[in-house]
């Protein structure tokens, strides 16, 4: 029974954090909602101490926020902290993309057609989780190729605070970023125009700081 070991206690912090970063982002635990350690242990079938751990990792990233034997709850959608948070992402991207567009394979870039593909029909079925996720999948792959791993954490870490607002406009009617965009930036790939390359990028990401103007 060699193979069958305790889980280790990272990884179960890390579910906990995940699964609650999550709905947070979904709007399923809504802002201004109270979240007690104890109830989200139960519902994800953790202990308490892993939901702890993630709780403060939260209120780290702004998420959440806490005051001490009072309170820990989900933090308003502050148009501030978003447009902060989209400067610092699209910084990070536009770094991405001019390390990655000279290192892409066919396959890359493949990879970014058919995310994109998957983005048009999503917003086109008015599939926000579906949108936001191929969305994700193809700027990743330039985060990947890219190799920098401060860049693929800073990007990790403030994409949320951005997610969340971009979820509750496209849940209300609002405009999606276009596929059109996304076109634009996998043809200047797939030719190497670097340069071309990261202005897309960054005009992709300064519509999210519009987005965080119009609240």
């Known amino acids: 029974m060699e193979s069958i070991r305790p889980v280790r206690r990272t990884l179960l912090r890390d579910r906990a954090y995940e699964a609650i970063r999550d709905a947070i982002v979904a709007g399923e635990i809504e802002p201004g909602a109270v979240v007690r350690d104890a109830d989200l242990a139960e519902r994800l079938g953790l202990s308490r101490a892993p939901v702890r751990e993630a709780f403060s990792r939260l209120v780290d990233e702004g998420l959440l926020e806490s005051k001490p034997q009072s309170y820990t709850r989900v933090t308003p959608v502050d148009a501030a902290d978003v447009r902060d948070a989209a400067a610092v992402v699209g ?17 890359d870039v493949q990879a970014m057609r058919a995310a994109n593909e998957r983005f048009a029909a999503a917003v086109d079925s008015g599939d926000v989780e579906g949108a936001l996720r191929a969305d994700d ?79």
């Open 91 to 107: 910084a990070m991207h536009e770094l991405a993309t001019r390390v990655a567009v000279p290192r892409l394979l066919d396959a």
């Open 137 to 215: 999948e193809l700027h990743d792959v330039l985060v990947r190729v890219a190799g920098n791993h401060a860049a693929a954490a800073t990007v990790a870490r403030y994409t949320p605070l951005v997610r969340r607002l971009e979820r509750h406009r496209f849940g209300e009617g609002g405009n999606c970023r276009s596929a059109g965009l996304h076109e634009q930036l996998i043809d200047a790939c797939a030719a190497g125009r670097v340069d071309e390359a990261v202005r897309v990028t960054a005009e992709i990401w300064r519509t999210l700081a519009d987005l965080a103007d119009g609240d």
